[in-house]
C-alpha cells in the first residue's frame, strides 16, 4: 500500500514498514509503458520479443491446442482434476448466486413515460493468471468460472510458462474446466497487451482481469480506457486484528499465509494487546525458520510487515479503515463488533476459523480483490464486473408531450438550443396531431 498519510491517531508502530520508493515505480512504469507501446505498434512481433527475453518461451504459436490439454488431465490424475472441479463448483455456485440478485427494473415513471434497466453481459474478457513464484490454480475459477457464470460469450485465458513444459498442468486443466474459449501461453505486461490490442490470431477483447505483480497491475492501469479492467489488484496484503484473546501462533500463521505471496506483499498487525504483539513477534520468527518458503515470507515480512499498537478497539478500526486492505481478518473476542464498524477492505474473515487461503484456494468467495488502498472506492471481482447495466427509455406521445417543456427549459438554460429542439419539434408535431 502506498502510505498517503499518517496512521490515526491513538496508534503506534512497533514495527514499521519500509517505506515504498518513487523511484521504484517510475522503473515500473517506464518499463511497462515501453511493453505495450511495442504490443501496440508492432503486434505479435512484439509479444515474441518479450516473451523470449522475459520468459525465454518462442513456440510456433502461442495457443495452448488440445493435445497439451490432455497431457495436463493426464499429469494431473484424477484426483486432481476432481478437486479442481469441487472448486469450479463452490465458485460458480457463488456467482451463480450473486447473479440472481441482480434483476432488471422498469417503472413507469410518470404517464406514457417508461423507464428502466437491462443486465447484458460483456462480451469479451481477457482473464490474467500469473505464475510468478508460485502455479497458481484457483485464480483461474475466480476469473473463468465467474466470467462464464456471468454469461460473456468470448473468454480468452492467459497464464505464462513455467520452464519448457508451458502452463503448469493443473492450471490449464483449470483454464479449460472452467470454460476458456482461448488459452494462450504467455505472461506479464505481453499478454495483457495482446489480449487488449490483438496480437497474430489472437483477437483484442473488451475488458481484462486478473491478479499479479507491479508489472501487471501498472500493465491494467495504463491499459485502462482502451479496455476495461476489472479492478487494481497487485502484490497480495493482509491485516489483522487481533486483542489479547488471539492464539499469537495463528496469528503469526496467516501473516505469512500471506507474505509468502512474494517480498513486496504487505503483511500487518494492528492490536491493543503490547503482549500479543510480542508474542507474534516471537512465532513469527520461530515459524520462518521451519517454513520451506521462509526466505521469501521472511523477506516480506522485513519489508512489508508492520505491528501497530492500538489503545482501543475504536482505533484498531481506524487503523484497519485507513489501511483499507485486500484481506482483513478478525481474532477477536467478539468478531461482529468489528464487522458492524470495519468498511475499507475487500474481503473480511471473521473468527480464528476463518483464513484468507480459504478463500483464495477452495470456499467459493472471489479471491480476486483489490490491493493499494484501492478498496476505498471497490469491492472485489464478483459476477456484477462482468455485468454491464443498460438503461432504456420508452415514451408514448403523452409522455413525450409532459417531458418536452421542461427538458426544453434546461436546455435553454444551458443555451443549448439544438437540444431544446428536439422536443419542441415533437411537441408541436404531437399536440396537433
Keep these: 500500500m502506498a502510505m498517503t498519510s499518517k496512521i490515526p491517531s491513538g496508534v503506534r508502530w512497533l514495527k514499521e514498514p519500509e517505506p515504498e520508493q518513487a523511484a521504484d515505480q517510475e522503473r515500473v512504469e517506464s518499463t511497462v509503458r515501453e511493453i505495450i507501446g511495442a504490443v501496440r505498434s508492432r503486434g505479435l512481433e512484439a509479444v515474441r520479443h518479450y516473451s523470449e527475453a522475459l520468459d525465454h518461451w518462442s513456440p510456433a504459436d502461442f495457443r495452448v491446442d488440445e493435445n497439451a490439454i490432455a497431457a495436463a488431465y493426464e499429469a494431473v490424475g484424477e484426483q486432481g482434476v476432481a478437486d479442481i472441479r469441487s472448486v469450479y463448483d463452490n465458485v460458480r455456485g457463488f456467482a451463480l448466486t450473486q447473479l440472481r440478485a441482480l434483476t432488471p427494473v422498469e417503472v413507469e415513471s410518470r404517464p406514457g413515460i417508461t423507464i428502466g434497466h437491462r443486465l447484458l453481459p460483456v462480451r469479451s474478457v481477457g482473464c490474467y493468471v500469473p505464475g510468478g513464484q508460485y502455479p497458481l490454480i484457483a485464480s483461474v475459477h475466480m476469473q473463468v468460472a465467474t ?251 403523452e409522455g413525450s408531450n409532459f417531458i418536452a417543456p421542461l427538458a426544453g427549459r434546461i436546455a435553454n438554460m444551458e443555451g443549448m438550443q439544438a437540444h431544446a429542439a428536439t422536443g419542441a419539434r415533437r411537441l408541436e408535431k404531437y399536440q396537433t396531431s
Design 147 to 397: 466470467a462464464r457464470a456471468a454469461g460473456v460469450k468470448r473468454i480468452v485465458a492467459c497464464a505464462p510458462p513455467r520452464g519448457e513444459g508451458g502452463i503448469w498442468p493443473a492450471t490449464l486443466v483449470a483454464m479449460h474446466l472452467c470454460g476458456a474459449d482461448e488459452i494462450y501461453c504467455l505472461g506479464g505486461v505481453q499478454a495483457l497487451a495482446a489480449m487488449a490490442f490483438g496480437a497474430g490470431d489472437l483477437e483484442p477483447v473488451d475488458m481484462l482481469t486478473g491478479p499479479g505483480n507491479v508489472y501487471v497491475a501498472e500493465a491494467k492501469r495504463q491499459l485502462f480506457g482502451m479496455v476495461g479492467i476489472d479492478l487494481p489488484a497487485g502484490p497480495t496484503e493482509i491485516l489483522i486484528i487481533a486483542d489479547a484473546s488471539a492464539d499469537p501462533e495463528m496469528v503469526a500463521c496467516d501473516l505469512l499465509g500471506q507474505a509468502e505471496h512474494g517480498p513486496t506483499s504487505p503483511a500487518h498487525l494492528v492490536t491493543d494487546s503490547e503482549a500479543l504483539a510480542d508474542a507474534v513477534g516471537e512465532a513469527m520468527t520461530s515459524q520462518l525458520e521451519q517454513l520451506a518458503t521462509g526466505p521469501i515470507a521472511g523477506e516480506a515480512w522485513r519489508r512489508r510487515g508492520a505491528i501497530a499498537l492500538a489503545e482501543s478497539p475504536e482505533q484498531m478500526v481506524a487503523y484497519a479503515d485507513w489501511f483499507a486492505p485486500e484481506h482483513l481478518e478478525v481474532m477477536t473476542q467478539d468478531p461482529g463488533w468489528y464487522h458492524d464498524r470495519v468498511s475499507q477492505y475487500g474481503s473480511i474473515f471473521l473468527g480464528e476459523e476463518s483464513t484468507v487461503a480459504y478463500s483464495d484456494k477452495a470456499v467459493g468467495t472471489n479471491h480476486t480483490l483489490p490491493t493499494g488502498g484501492a478498496a476505498r472506492y471497490t469491492g472485489g471481482l464478483w459476477v456484477g464486473k462482468f455485468i454491464k447495466v443498460v438503461t432504456y427509455q420508452r415514451l408514448t406521445r
